[in-house]
């Protein structure tokens, strides 16, 4: 499925946003320079025939994206928060890819739910709704329980969504192929990996038992969150394809209007989205990876309420202790611990210097402190950190990917209710929090104390473990077996060759 034939899919994607007129739209939007554009335009131009229509009714990019499939619908997701990148009219428009998508019929999502659970649909609903909600994977209906008359929300998978998505995964891997092959500078950031991971993410989402799951885990989790809830799911009415969960009535986050008439404080909203999100990634290493507005409403006592979680983001012990030292050092301007930092985790390679890693750190961050949030050009931010980790050889971190994009579309949450807020002010007293408790003396004896359970249980096992290296070391040791001839080795290479070769047209 990843052969040549991708080729078309790509071209149809620049066709259809030179069709739609979207192209234009985001470049300028994103102030890309002239030459970019130019160079879009070009390529874009002579196969705009072959692009898709779309939804006329719609403004260009949305409906581009809407057009396009559902991996373009999550990208559009996350521009959708981020109005300081591509500025606030865009980011408005590409609002409506939240939760505002073309529904599927009532009555097709009522088949899908009695054929998964063997009965009628007024034996488990005395109410179904027409959808409240419909996003690129699933759409939500509003629900009341036959049995026990509990309001509920039951989220429905689209029809073909799977095979939707591997189309669009099928095209990104082969791009992704191609730009390590034409581009070997581009390897440090390890498109391949990028694309295994985002398609990792994606197909889990496509299991709602798993979302299941991820709500009742993360629902344990943050039961002692103060002003934040999760609605639990009712496995009995849960499977593959559906999910019912505890209704939850609120605001919508994106609706500063209704939140401003509802008397709701939209600074103090803000700053607990940016802190609760930073308490579950450091505290639990469990945190909600798909933190936009459509996934986050507000009750009547000002409580955050949050739902869908098909995308889940989970850190190790090691990786929490890095990023959240990482976030102290800006925090107190202490640029040279951050580079410490990230040259103890492999981040930076060792040859590298540190002094200049640390300089360059500092380019980073000294705009944004006391600095209004309005004033701060994000994408020129992120534009000069992607010149310091190409500088400094940086590679991707796959397990840092979900992390890093969420704390992009939560600052921009908070940006939305807030434009003047300062996220390093609002995450000092949580990542403060986390350092004094996991970083230092007491983190130290409690690793320690950790070590030792670990030896307790492997110490029957201690004298025979030491006894078998003791029995190897006393044997005489193996004679080297002879090398092969170097004839040998290329005719392996030309067979590994035409085999490859074979296989990249079978592909």
Not at 23 to 28: F, T
Not at 257 to 265: E, K, Q
Not at 475 to 498: D, S, T
Request: include cysteine.
């Amino acid at each position: 499925m990843r052969g040549p034939h991708n080729i078309i899919r790509l071209v149809r994607t620049l066709a259809t946003l030179e069709r739609t007129g979207a192209i234009g739209q985001v470049l300028a939007a994103m102030d890309a320079p002239p030459r970019l554009r130019a160079v879009a335009r070009i390529l874009g131009w002579p196969f705009k025939w072959l692009g898709l229509k779309g939804d006329p009714a719609l403004p260009p990019t949305t409906r581009a994206l809407t057009a396009l499939g559902p991996a373009y619908i999550k990208f559009g997701q996350i521009l959708s928060t981020r109005p300081d990148i591509v500025g606030g009219e865009l980011a408005q428009q590409l609002k409506y890819l939240q939760d505002k998508l073309p529904p599927f019929p009532v009555t097709q999502a009522q088949q899908m739910i009695e054929a998964e659970f063997g009965q009628p649909i007024s034996a488990l609903f005395s109410e179904f709704s027409e959808p409240v909600a419909a996003a690129s994977i699933a759409q939500v209906h509003h629900a009341r329980l036959t049995d026990t008359g509990a309001e509920v929300a039951v989220k429905v998978l689209r029809p073909g969504i799977e095979r939707a998505f591997r189309k669009d995964i099928d095209a990104f891997w082969f791009a992704a192929r191609m730009i390590e092959t034409l581009s070997p500078a581009s390897r440090r950031l390890r498109p391949m990996d990028v694309i295994a991971h985002f398609e990792g993410v994606v197909m889990g989402e496509l299991d709602l038992r798993l979302e299941a799951a991820a709500a009742a885990e993360f629902a344990a989790n943050t039961q002692k969150d103060t002003g934040f809830r999760v609605p639990t799911p009712d496995w009995s009415l849960s499977s593959r394809s559906v999910m019912t969960m505890d209704w939850a009535e609120g605001i919508a986050l994106a609706d500063n209007a209704a939140l401003d008439a509802a008397g709701h404080d939209r600074v103090a909203l803000g700053a607990r989205v940016l802190q609760l999100f930073l308490s579950h990634a450091l505290r639990d290493g469990f945190f909600h990876a798909d933190m936009h507005q459509g996934n986050l409403k507000v009750g009547a006592d000002g409580a955050v309420i949050a739902y869908d979680f098909g995308i889940m983001g989970r850190l190790d012990e090691y990786t929490r202790r890095v990023y959240a030292e990482i976030l102290y050092g800006f925090i107190k301007k202490d640029y040279r611990r951050v580079a410490e930092v990230h040259f103890e985790a492999g981040y930076v390679p060792a040859d590298r210097d540190i002094d200049e890693f640390a300089r360059a750190l500092r380019v980073v961050g000294e705009p944004i402190f006391g600095m209004d949030a309005s004033r701060i050009s994000m994408a020129r931010l992120l534009a000069y950190l992607f010149e310091v980790t190409e500088r400094f050889g940086m590679e991707t971190r796959t397990e840092l990917i979900l992390l890093q994009r969420t704390m992009v579309v939560v600052e921009g949450v908070a940006r939305g209710l807030d434009p003047h807020i300062n996220i390093w002010q609002v995450a000092r007293p949580v990542v403060e929090d986390y350092i004094k408790t996991n970083v230092g003396p007491r983190a130290l004896l409690r690793d320690l104390a950790l070590t030792a359970r670990v030896l307790g249980r492997f110490g029957p096992k201690l004298p025979a473990m030491v006894e078998a290296q003791l029995l190897r070391q006393s044997q005489p040791p193996v004679p080297a077996e002879k090398p092969l001839h170097p004839m040998v080795w290329m005719g392996c290479g030309a067979g590994l060759l035409c085999l490859g070769l074979i296989l990249g047209q079978l592909i």
